[in-house]
């Protein structure tokens, strides 16, 4: 059974960093994909950024290119998502999210984490 946990949200000033994290069990597929997505209140969840188990090929959206790095650490079974230069609509729920057998589908959610930026 995959579980997936988030940490490492909470509340910085505009311009600041923090970087996510989200440990993954049972992800026993390498050809999994794994993704950030994020819900800010009264928008539908949207993709942030994703990265290959296997070969680390990231993707990201294009408003957070040069400010968001999306890493792994297959030893640690963990995903990272660095977050530099973040300002008040990045504020959101981040969820972490692993594909299923469909790897263009995404079966599998940790329970999010708040981020939350300040003007």
């Known amino acids: 059974q995959v579980q997936l946990v988030e940490s490492g949200g909470g509340l910085v000033q505009a311009g600041g960093s923090l970087r996510l994290s989200c440990a993954a069990s049972?992800?026993?597929?390498?050809?999994?994909?794994m993704g950030w997505f994020r819900q800010a209140p009264g928008k539908e969840r949207e993709f942030v950024a994703s990265?290959?188990?296997?070969?680390?090929?990231?993707h990201y959206r294009d408003s957070v290119k040069g400010r968001f790095t999306i890493s792994r650490d297959n030893a640690k079974n963990t995903v990272y998502l660095q977050m530099n230069s973040l300002n008040p609509e990045d504020t959101a729920i981040y969820s972490c999210a692993a594909t299923g057998p469909n790897r263009l589908v995404y079966a599998y959610w940790g329970q999010g984490t708040q981020v939350t930026v300040s003007s």
């Open positions: 990265i290959s188990w296997s070969d680390g090929k990231t």
């Open positions: 049972g992800v026993a597929d390498s050809s999994t994909n």
